[in-house]
């Protein structure tokens, strides 16, 4: 099955800094990369996806990069804010609607 | 507006005893998904459903059953409940499009 490594598990930015989480995925038959966003004592809710016929999708502060070659794909958030604070899950899905998630990465925005 | 909620939100059981996750969604999704959420692994796939009268084993399906006799519902049924159960479970659901909504999750502990 799908394999999806996340990194790193914590990361801590200051106010106004940018932050990157990057994943790999292992089946090449993957084509459809969500993020996730999941607030504390809350259900995980979808920031932004990716689909494999794009290189790069934008929504405000974010931004997902995909590279299908190196079967990578990584989120970026710019200007982070206090609010940005949550843990983040990439996962990847074939096209069937199962979704195999990343570890998850708790991001910490110090003021 | 369409939701899905799940019940109860905390539940203790004692080993042995059979536990009953309801999961309900009023968006008329045909797929249905239950996730366990434990530090380090992320969300991991238990059971999903395409349809009424469709259940399928996730990666770590042991222990659990679904059913579903209805598109709105999809409970989750742990036989005997096992300590290594204790866990945060997700029901998600999902339509045509491959963004899966989450619920707010149930907190199991399993004495």
């Known amino acids: 099955g799908e394999n999806v490594e996340q990194h790193p598990s914590t990361l801590s930015v200051q106010e106004g800094d940018s932050a990157v989480i990057k994943c790999t995925y292992s089946?090449?038959?993957?084509?459809?990369f969500p993020w996730y966003k999941q607030e504390l004592g809350k259900g995980p809710q979808l920031i932004i996806d990716?689909?494999?016929?794009?290189g790069e999708k934008k929504d405000q502060r974010i931004a997902v990069t995909l590279n299908k070659t190196a079967k990578h794909f990584s989120l970026h958030i710019t200007e982070t804010q206090p609010e940005d604070s949550a843990v983040y899950f990439c996962a990847a899905s074939r096209n069937d609607y199962k979704l195999s998630f990343g570890a998850g990465t708790t991001v910490t925005v110090r003021a | 507006d369409a939701e899905i909620t799940q019940s109860p939100r905390h539940k203790i059981t004692e080993t042995g005893r059979q536990v009953t996750l309801a999961c309900h969604q009023t968006w008329n999704h045909n797929n249905m998904f239950w996730y366990r959420q434990d530090l380090g692994h992320g969300l991991r796939l238990i059971h999903y459903?395409?349809?009424?009268?469709?259940?399928n084993k996730g990666e770590v399906s042991d222990g659990y059953s679904v059913s579903r006799s209805n598109t709105e519902d999809l409970p989750l049924t742990l036989e005997s409940a096992a300590s290594s159960q204790t866990s945060v479970y997700f029901c998600?659901?999902?339509?045509?499009?491959?963004?899966?909504?989450f619920g707010p999750g149930t907190r199991l502990l399993v004495l």
């Open positions: 459903s395409y349809g009424v009268q469709d259940t």
């Open positions: 089946d090449s038959a993957s084509n459809y």
């Open positions: 998600a659901s999902t339509g045509h499009q491959e963004t899966q909504y």
């Open positions: 990716i689909r494999s016929n794009v």
